[in-house]
């Protein structure tokens, strides 16, 4: 029922009941690579749920400087929290990895978030992942070499893109996702392939041996998917439903 809420994991939370109202109102689309889905400073007029494909996230300096602060795939979307909140997206969002899913305009949106408990609680989940992400991303940085952050990365995007052995992500994204120079990532990369974990290709990686690219990514890995799981397997109901209750 309603293929379109089945596809993207938080529209799986949304009630049938609520599923039947707004199906009309939802929209499926197709995500073509280097299509910016928002630009920093745009107000927020969509919500985009991805169900194939990835989505990068880049936070930018009034000098114009920009860095890649995330990744989005089908466990989550790109508007939740502006459409909610000031109404302006402070990031620029492009799809990096093709893909397709459904979107909503920010009106449906609050509507669909204020009647179904099941989409806020997800909602709240995502969010608490991606404040975990955020911090664990400040300790890899500093922490961790370029190699096994780029490892992690392409876990990570295999992961959220859904797909099995190949990323079609040139050097140039790898370097701006992961703030490093082209030259490092193409170095990281070189190790890697004489590792026989990945081969490079023109605009992908391929990845040979997933297993020996776990062993070389850093610890971050195995700590953002523990926090994944636990809070995924969380019954606790969102903080509104929690407070109705009580």
């Known amino acids: 029922m ?57 936070s930018e300096t009034v000098a114009g400087e920009s860095v890649g602060c995330g990744i989005i795939g089908r466990d989550g979307a790109v508007g939740i929290f502006e459409a909610c909140g000031s109404r302006r ?25 204020a009647s179904s408990s099941g989409l806020r609680t997800a909602v709240h989940k995502n969010m608490e992942m991606l404040m975990m992400e955020a911090r664990q991303f400040v300790v890899c940085n500093a922490l961790h070499g370029v190699e096994a952050r780029l490892a992690r990365f392409i876990l990570d995007a295999l992961d959220r ?22 030259t490092t990532i193409a170095s990281c990369m070189s190790k890697l392939q004489r590792n026989k974990v990945i081969r490079g290709g023109r605009g992908a990686v391929y990845v040979l041996d ?4 776990e062993q070389a990514t850093c610890s971050c890995h195995e700590t ?23």
């Open 89 to 113: 997206l402070f990031l620029t969002a492009i799809v990096r990895i093709a893909g397709e899913g459904v979107r909503a305009s920010a009106a449906t949106y609050r509507e669909l978030f």
């Open 224 to 246: 953002m998917e523990y926090a994944r799981r636990a809070i995924q397997a969380s019954n606790d109901a969102s903080c509104e439903g929690a407070l109705a209750s009580a």
């Open 161 to 182: 893109s859904k797909l099995e052995h190949a990323l079609p992500l040139t050097q140039e994204t790898l370097a701006q996702m992961l703030g490093a120079q082209r």
């Open 2 to 58: 309603h293929v379109m809420f089945e596809a993207n994991r938080l529209l799986q939370a949304v009630e049938p009941a609520e599923r039947q109202r707004f199906v009309g109102r939802l929209q499926q689309v197709e995500l073509r690579k280097g299509q910016i889905l928002h630009h920093i400073g745009s107000p927020a007029e969509w919500v985009y749920f991805p169900s194939r494909g990835l989505i990068s996230v880049l």
């Open 210 to 213: 997933q297993q020996g690219l």
